[in-house]
């Protein structure tokens, strides 16, 4: 009973603390609680997080304000197909040194807490490889050398959806590395409103820091202790098996669907639904977090077929239509 209380005592601690959080990220990104909300649930499950939308939305912007936030270093790399891996990652130089020469190691900008890949399809499947190998590893082999990332170790990636030419689209494989695809729309009017007045005049609002990253690995550490209901994981394995359209649950998809999400897809929502329970003030995660959450952790980890394709199917669609189907509930767009 003490260890319960003393877990709760921490939830709700945790949850004051990112209500701060998510006001001081307000003070810069304005409106878009949505993009947030997802982007802060894939930190605090120790994640990474695609956000797809086009320039001008203030995904930079975004990024820039959670580092400065979540009191983590960060470094932002413009992603071009020039771009090689030893440019990220760091490389071994030869000096001249009292007694000979010498190699030393020089470190890239991935040797950070939070590191944004703007733009990542721009870049060459080599170097986007050596991204992706370090965010799952957390590490990375130069000259034979094991050299660990920064803890806790982040990837915030940009795309955008509509300029294709001259990029190199992310394979699905890859794809199943990010935690959750973030879509970032078009503000509401009011949010617009709201967002030209605060950053077209003579000062601008400035964050401030709410966490440390020792606190926000603290943080991490409680989500993972966090209550999950049988009900919820049941929930969560009849989505993830219904979307696969080689499982007897997804067996209506098999005209729809090339493949389907594997076993990272459950745990991704399995991580999520308590981070999202959390944000929103709860101890534990409802059968309803798994339907909000549907469309994040789901959409980049599933392909459409050719026939769907010609028919004018889309992906959103079909999570929404199969969320509604075993859940009950309808997906979040």
């Known amino acids: 009973m003490a260890d319960t209380n003393a877990l709760v005592a921490e939830i709700e601690a945790l949850g004051a603390t990112l209500g701060q959080a998510k006001a001081s990220i307000n003070q810069r990104f304005i409106g878009q609680e949505k993009v947030v909300d997802l982007v802060l649930a894939s930190m605090l499950c120790g994640g ?11 995904k930079t912007r975004l990024v820039d304000t959670l580092g400065t936030v979540m009191g983590l270093k960060a470094n932002r790399v413009q992603f071009t197909p020039d771009l090689m891996p030893a440019d990220i990652l760091g490389s071994e130089v030869l000096e001249s040194a009292e007694g000979g020469r010498a190699f030393r190691f020089i470190e890239g900008p991935i040797f950070c807490q939070l590191l944004m890949a703007d733009e990542i399809n721009r870049a060459s499947p080599r170097t986007q490889s050596a991204l992706l190998q370090a965010m799952q590893e957390k590490e990375v082999t130069i000259a034979g050398q094991h050299r660990p990332l920064g803890r806790p170790f982040h990837v915030l990636a940009t795309q955008n959806p509509i300029e294709q030419e001259g990029t190199y689209p992310l394979p699905e494989a890859q794809l199943d590395r990010f935690l959750v695809q973030v879509d970032v729309e078009y ?12 950053t077209t005049g003579a000062e601008e609002a400035e964050s401030h820091q709410v966490f440390t990253a020792e606190g926000l690995i603290a943080a991490q550490s ?5 209550p999950v209901g049988d009900k919820v994981v049941e ?5 993830v098996r219904a979307c696969r359209p080689g499982e007897a649950e997804g067996r209506d998809l098999a005209d729809s669907l090339s493949w389907g999400p594997g076993p990272r897809a459950a745990q991704a ?3 999520t639904v308590r981070a999202r329970a959390l944000l929103d003030g709860r101890l534990a995660p ?9 469309q994040a952790v789901l959409v980049h980890r599933m392909a459409l077929s ?21 859940l009950g509930l309808e997906a979040a767009a």
Do not use: C, K, Q
């Not at 929930?235 to 989505?239: M, P, V």
């Not at 409802?286 to 549907?294: C, G, Q, R």
């Open 48 to 58: 990474h997080a695609l956000l797809v939308g086009l320039p001008g939305l203030g």
């Open 187 to 198: 503000p509401t009017r009011a949010t617009e409103r709201d967002i030209l007045i605060a």
């Open 222 to 226: 409680v989500i993972r202790r966090m």
């Open 235 to 239: 929930a969560i394995l009849d989505l």
């Open 269 to 271: 929502l399995m991580l």
């Open 286 to 294: 409802s059968v309803a977090d798994v339907a909000a959450l549907s």
């Open 306 to 326: 050719f026939a769907a394709r010609a028919r004018g199917e889309t992906l959103a669609g079909i999570i929404n239509r199969v969320t509604g189907r075993v």
